[in-house]
């Protein structure tokens, strides 16, 4: 069974920091794209980052340039989005979402799998 669960979420005050995990299991982690995206209520869901695996290309919305990074760590199969200098209009459910055909991390990818989401709340 395939499965990406996140984790990290939490409240923190503006300027700080925190780091998503999405644990991925049920799939080879290999070339892949895991992407990030998130959902404030009444707005539309925003891709924030991706990290194409197969080689190592990220992406960033202009949004989160330079404050969020993405990477991985193989041998856990996780990604992880570390968001620093954080705002209240960070505030959002995060999910993260596996693109399993090539191009990965594409503008028209069709995310296969999603994780049930961590809130993320950023306080003023």
């Known amino acids: 069974e395939v499965q990406l669960v996140e984790s990290g979420g939490g409240l923190v005050q503006a300027g700080g920091s925190l780091r998503l995990s999405c644990a991925t299991s049920?799939?080879?982690?290999?070339?892949?794209?895991i992407g990030w995206f998130r959902q404030a209520p009444g707005k539309e869901r925003e891709r924030v980052s991706c990290?194409?695996?197969?080689?190592?290309?990220?992406y960033y919305a202009d949004s989160v340039k330079g404050r969020f990074t993405v990477s991985d760590d193989n041998a856990k199969s996780t990604v992880y989005l570390q968001m620093n200098s954080l705002k209240p209009e960070d505030t959002a459910v995060y999910f993260c979402?596996?693109?399993?055909?090539?191009?990965?991390?594409?503008?028209?990818?069709?995310?296969?799998?999603w994780g049930q989401g961590t809130q993320v709340t950023v306080s003023s």
């Open positions: 979402a596996a693109d399993l055909l090539p191009p990965y991390c594409s503008g028209s990818s069709y995310y296969d799998y």
């Open positions: 049920g799939f080879i982690f290999g070339e892949l794209g």
């Open positions: 990290l194409d695996r197969s080689d190592g290309s990220t």
